[in-house]
């Protein structure tokens, strides 16, 4: 079983700021299966991208997905207040899904 | 649009069975694989299981295996999960989500979640 370890576990940063946050997995991910979501509370989960770097529909662009084999980010370019919340990676690999445990993005 | 909606959720004793449903509408459903994921209050997200268009392929969290079954009704757009042995770590918003790539693998649209409460 692959499992996802996302750092930092919270971020603070203010509007304006780059984030970047990181998702390591235990063993190499095929980039095709590589997904993060954005949390805020008392919400469902939103995709945010897929194949590691692929933006869902209607995802601003300042969300930017990358990285391949054990080690993917996703960096917000320039935070906007309704940026800050929780995100999660996933990956699904042998059949099986799992999330990372989350990183809270927060204001600073 | 897209819309998803579980029901079924609700307080179960320890070792109690329950079913959830979910509804779906805005897509053509028999052409989606479909998913479960929970929450646990305050925690993160946790892979429940998936199922492609037509039942034939399915797949488990190790953590439910056994005990869950995941089904679906194409003719009436609606997804299940059979829920049995249950304790109180199952204890959470249960989630079904549609992926609209063909491997299966996103979970592109989600419903509101329904809560599920194991306790005595």
Redesign the interface.
């Known amino acids: 079983?692959i499992v996802l370890t996302q750092s930092p576990g919270t971020l603070s940063l203010s509007p304006g700021e780059r984030a970047t946050l990181s998702c390591r997995a235990s063993e190499s991910v095929s980039i095709?299966?590589l997904?993060w979501?954005q949390?805020k509370p008392g919400q469902?989960?939103?995709?945010l991208v897929?194949g590691a770097s692929s933006r869902?529909t209607g995802i601003p662009d300042r969300f930017i997905g990358g990285g391949s084999g054990t080690d993917f980010t996703l960096t917000i370019s320039r935070l906007e207040p309704e940026d800050f919340a929780?995100y999660?990676c996933?990956q699904?690999s042998r059949?099986?899904?799992?999330?990372?445990?989350?990183t809270r993005l927060e204001i600073k | 649009e897209v819309q998803l909606v579980e029901s079924g959720g609700g307080l179960v004793q320890p070792g109690g069975s329950l079913r959830l449903s979910c509804v779906a509408a805005g897509f053509t459903f028999s052409n989606h694989w479909m998913?479960w994921?929970r929450q646990a209050p305050g925690k993160?997200?946790?892979?429940v299981s998936?199922m492609n268009s037509d039942g034939s392929?399915i797949?488990y969290?190790?953590s439910v295996k056994g005990r869950f079954s995941i089904s679906r009704d194409n003719a009436k757009n609606t997804l299940y999960l059979q829920m049995k042995s249950l304790t109180a770590e199952d204890t959470a918003v249960y989630?079904c989500a549609m992926s609209s790539?063909t491997?299966?693998?996103?979970?592109?649209y989600?419903?509101?979640?329904t809560l599920v409460t194991v306790s005595s």
């Open positions: 079983e095709n299966y997904a979501y949390q469902a989960p939103r995709l897929y869902a929780v999660y996933q699904h059949s099986i899904g799992a999330f990372g445990q989350g | 998913h994921v993160g997200l946790v892979w998936r392929i797949s969290a190790e989630y790539v491997s299966g693998t996103t979970n592109d989600w419903g509101p979640g």
